[in-house]
Nanobody, 118 residues
Framework: VQLQASGGGLVQAGGSLRLSCAAS????????MGWHRQALGKQRESVAA???????NYADSVKGRFTIFRDNAKNTVYLQMNSLEPEDTGVYYC?????????????WGQGTQVTVSS
């Protein structure tokens, strides 16, 4: 199983980035997908998630600014990030969660760095 995250970079406050996470080795449409992030010196936190049926949820800090969506035909989940703030800086990790059918297994991508300058 591989989760390949991409799309990070350096952006000014107020700017936008779109992260992508391409999955292989799993039946993508069966998995809940999501993004966590970790800022330097802080704990990893959940950012956004989307279930296999398309339901979404977001951290309060990103509601209204970030959108998670998936393309099952491309085995890819995306995180559209708008109105970025310096507090959004961190390494963003995507994950795939298989639920009880797949023995509660979670797979993680390698992370992509997002840096928002003020």
């Amino acid at each position: 199983v591989q989760l390949q995250a991409s799309g990070g970079g350096l952006v000014q406050a107020g700017g936008s980035l779109r992260l992508s996470c391409a999955a292989s080795g799993i039946t993508f449409s069966h998995y809940d997908m999501g993004w966590h992030r970790q800022a330097l010196g802080k704990q990893r936190e959940s950012v956004a998630a989307i279930t296999s049926s398309g339901s979404t949820n977001y951290a309060d800090s990103v509601k209204g600014r970030f959108t998670i969506f998936r393309d099952n035909a491309k085995n890819t989940v995306y995180l559209q990030m708008n109105s970025l703030e310096p507090e959004d800086t961190g390494v963003y990790y995507c994950y795939a969660y298989g639920g009880s059918y797949y023995h509660e297994k979670t797979y993680w991508g390698q992370g992509t760095q997002v840096t928002v300058s003020s």
